[in-house]
């Protein structure tokens, strides 16, 4: 068993995942390009449909002429943003946003691929023959406060959440986690949405790989402490009907909230209360 699939097996234990991690890949030349394994989508194709497709299964590679999203390509580093979206006319003329200085604000705090790609590769995590440069995991809340638990047991708090519901997948979930080297969470815009037709409740995690398999081991660390009981019931259950029952050692009843809502202790000093 690789690496990759020892860590995709450990992820599916502890979360209830129904899509599979994605990972990103950027190629910075068209050597690279033409020579990662990936089969070339025959035909054009908008970033997160791209993304959405990885998370059933499908393995690809982008180049521009794939890209259906300019926005998305600008993102990837593939081209350079036009002076009409930079300037924040095009969104202002949109009317997403109240005036040209809201928009231009916008525009200015988007975190974009500093360095040019030639394309991009995206694959589920079952066909990951290398690492990739950024992991996203399409998933519900449940598991994004338990993806952010994990990351917090080695990284402590994420300090630098961005999100504007735009551009949520190429900037929000990967050209952001990748140029700072940080977590992030995205709650999907209205155009990846429309396109990938994602289910309401689902939203997108983007981390950066270099922390992927210690966000995993988080997870693991806090699975006592941390997660609820009828989760833990369902990891028990996973793993016993993978023959590996010992995998984990599940304690039900361990919990860092257990007997915590029994109202203050009033020894020492407490604020006055009027």
Known sequence: MSNFNELNKRLNYLLNLERQAVGI???HSKEDFQQHPAPKYPKMIPYCGAVQKATMGEQMKLDLSNFACPASAVAMGLVDN???SASG???ANMKVYKDIEVSKQVADDMVYCREASYGIAIEPIETWTKAPDVVLLITVPFN???ILQGNAYHYGQVKQIKMTGMQALCQEGTSYPFET???NVSMMCSGTRYVARWKDEELCIGIPYNKFEKVIDGLEQ???PMELLEK???IIKKTQENDEAEFYDVRKRDNYFRGAYQGVKRA???HDQD
């Open 89 to 91: 006319e095009k969104h």
């Open 144 to 146: 994004a406060m338990r």
């Open 181 to 183: 080297n940080e977590i």
């Open 25 to 27: 890949t950027f190629l």
């Open 232 to 234: 833990k019931r369902q």
């Open 268 to 270: 020492g000093r407490v």
């Open 82 to 84: 036009d002076e009409y």
């Open 222 to 224: 806090t699975l006592n």
